[in-house]
């Protein structure tokens, strides 16, 4: 068995996208970034931030789109879905 789950309290780094498919459902998109702190050598700490994109569907899509903007502390939790591009 294996389990797909991700909590992730972090900042929004911009205000939220809130657009509709063609069928109607409403689609919000927004990003997170979250501090890592870690020690680089004995005495010297440095914050490295980790950023997610993020991805609501549906009526709480439509409600959120409404509460957020950049810069809001939110906690959010869900599955994760990894991908990645590369540049031409």
Same mark, same amino acid.
């Given at each position: !068995? #294996?389990?797909?789950? /991700? $909590? /992730?309290?972090?900042?929004l780094?911009?205000?939220?996208? *809130?657009?509709?498919?063609?069928?109607?459902?409403?689609?919000?998109?927004?990003?997170?970034?979250?501090? +890592?702190?870690?020690?680089?050598? $004995?005495?010297?700490?440095v +914050?490295?931030?980790?950023?997610?994109?993020?991805?609501?569907?549906?009526?709480?899509?439509?409600? *959120?789109? +409404?509460?957020?903007?950049?810069? !809001?502390?939110?906690?959010? $939790?869900?599955? *994760?879905?990894? $991908? #990645?591009?590369?540049? +031409?």
């Amino acid at each position: !068995m #294996s389990i797909n789950h /991700v $909590s /992730v309290v972090g900042n929004l780094t911009r205000d939220v996208e *809130l657009r509709s498919t063609q069928s109607g459902t409403a689609v919000l998109s927004f990003g997170i970034a979250v501090n +890592d702190r870690r020690k680089i050598n $004995s005495e010297q700490w440095v +914050d490295e931030p980790n950023f997610f994109e993020c991805i609501v569907f549906g009526n709480r899509a439509k409600a *959120l789109g +409404d509460i957020l903007t950049k810069g !809001m502390k939110v906690a959010i $939790s869900g599955k *994760l879905h990894y $991908s #990645s591009w590369e540049k +031409d």
